[in-house]
């Protein structure tokens, strides 16, 4: 039995031609097809009468998991999960540094025919400081007494040189996977979206999703894994 997770820069909804076309982000992950997705950069827009998680979850028959990162006065911005799955635990995590712009993670607990899954959902800094010291918190939440069946780190790690202190710490943690570019969808050269799976041998496939769709739906490509349950 088979487990498909994704993680996708929506950008806002906002593609390459600069409009804001919520269905072609439904359409790209609607070919993803996975049980699991993390988002990043969701603006609560309006779509009709619905906010634009909202819309996305209705049209996918998922659930929707918000992280909002900044508050607005008018609608929020920041991290978000779709899912399939039964939730058990839930606990947002706050990355912010002081003078940055606000950062979070999502930390779910899901269960998937018996199997207990944590799965942590980010979008890291853009400076070298920042990804550091939010790495070492996102390592400290997979420090439990008692591990998950199967431990999941993805998002947007925002880190452009694979040689950086927070990939080897990741890389180290979980095991050495691919870095496949992601960005910017068009001609992707960096690898700035990552999907880490604990046990690694749970690791079937993975693989960036270049459709024509997703070229233009976005500034990133989604990141696509199937895992063994």
């Keep these: 039995m088979d487990i498909t997770l994704a993680t996708y820069n929506i950008h806002a909804g906002i593609g390459a031609d ?14 993803l097809d996975a049980d699991l997705v993390a988002l990043q950069e969701v603006e609560h ?12 979850a209705e049209k996918l028959a998922c659930s929707a ?8 006065e008018t609608r929020h911005y920041g ?9 058990l635990a839930l606990n947002r995590l706050d990355l912010s540094i002081p003078g940055r712009e606000p950062r ?3 930390d779910a607990t899901f269960d998937f025919h018996g199997q207990i899954m ?3 959902a980010t979008h890291l800094g853009l400076t070298p400081g920042e990804r550091r010291r939010q790495v070492q918190q996102l390592l400290a939440l997979f420090n439990r007494p008692r591990p998950a069946d199967i431990s999941v780190l993805m998002g947007d790690i925002n880190e452009w040189f694979l040689w950086g202190r927070p990939l080897r710490w990741l890389h180290a943690h979980f095991q050495s996977k691919p870095n496949y570019a ?20 749970r690791l079937r496939t993975l693989q960036v999703h270049r459709s024509r769709l997703a070229r233009i739906a976005s500034d990133h490509l989604p990141l696509k894994a199937v895992i063994k349950i």
């Excluded at 827009?45 to 909202?54: A, I, S, T």
């Excluded at 991290?79 to 939730?87: D, I, K, M, Q």
């Excluded at 979206?193 to 604990?198: F, G």
């Design 45 to 56: 827009h309006q779509v009709g009468d619905l906010d634009l998680l909202d819309y996305l």
């Design 18 to 31: 600069g409009e804001f076309a919520p269905d072609r982000i439904c359409a790209v992950l609607a070919e």
């Design 79 to 87: 991290n978000a999960l779709l899912t399939r799955l039964p939730l």
């Design 182 to 201: 992601t960005f910017p969808a068009r001609w992707p050269l960096f690898a700035l979206d990552h999907i880490w799976i604990s046990p690694r041998s």
């Design 65 to 72: 998991i918000p992280g909002p990162t900044l508050l607005r």
């Design 118 to 120: 944590q799965m942590v």
């Design 104 to 106: 979070g993670a999502l």
